[in-house]
């Protein structure tokens, strides 16, 4: 039996718009038949190469203003909840970052992924706590002690991660890489999901193609 093409999906906790492509990525992956390889990784190192000591939504006050209210509406757009209250941002995502490490050695591994998103963009909760964690950690079906322990020995891996990211050329969150190429944003994932599974771009919609047609 042929193998699946493979996607690889780069995420950050602390991105927004990654927030909208891990809720929604696994289920259109699976309707691809795209196996999918989910890649915690840290911006903060990523930025830095880049001169930027910060998050360019707040280096870039309207870029800032414009991200939120475009977040909101998309959101709304996808059915999805979002809430920040207050605006806790930038987000210390290193500890659910390496906690995401050690779940995604397990089946659970993209319930906790999704769990850790909903609780920082959707119920406006602090995932750097570990408590919160742990509720996403049972959340998902995973024993948090046992999470947390497994994470500690392998805590190594998001540096690792975080490296092999910039060595791909991953810039922003989140990114996809599939057949040699770099998708950037939640809005090119189904151009990612295309050319893992095609090699190629589906056409536009109105482009000689019906979009129903689509998986």
């Not at 930038?90 to 992924?113: C, D, H, K, M, T």
């Not at 742990?134 to 190594?156: F, H, I, Q, T, V």
């Not at 190629?200 to 919609?205: G, M």
Request: charged share 25%; glycine share 8%.
């Amino acid at each position: 039996m042929a193998e699946r093409p493979r996607l690889t999906f780069w995420f950050e906790f602390a991105s927004t718009y990654a927030y909208l492509a891990a809720m929604r990525v696994e289920g259109r992956a699976r309707a691809w038949g795209v196996a999918l390889d989910w890649r915690p990784f840290l911006l903060g190192p990523v930025f830095a190469a880049q001169g930027w000591e910060t998050s360019p939504f707040l280096i870039y006050p309207a870029k800032g203003r414009f991200m939120w209210r475009d977040m909101a509406r998309r959101a709304e757009a996808l059915g999805l909840a979002f809430r920040v209250d207050p605006p806790a941002f930038p987000v210390n995502s290193a500890p659910a970052a390496r906690l995401a490490i050690a779940a995604l050695e397990r089946p659970e591994g993209p319930a906790f992924v999704r769990a850790v998103y909903a609780a920082q963009w959707a119920q406006a909760r602090d995932v750097a706590d570990a408590g919160v964690l742990a509720d996403c950690a049972r959340e998902a079906g995973l024993d948090p002690a046992a999470l947390a322990e497994r994470a500690g020995a392998l805590r190594p891996r998001l540096r690792e991660h975080t490296e092999a990211a910039m060595a791909a050329g991953v810039f922003g969150a989140p990114s996809f890489a599939a057949g040699g190429e770099l998708f950037w944003g939640a809005d090119q994932m189904e151009d990612a999901l295309s050319w893992a599974a095609t090699g190629r771009l589906a056409p536009a919609a109105g482009q000689g193609d019906d979009p129903e047609d689509r998986p």
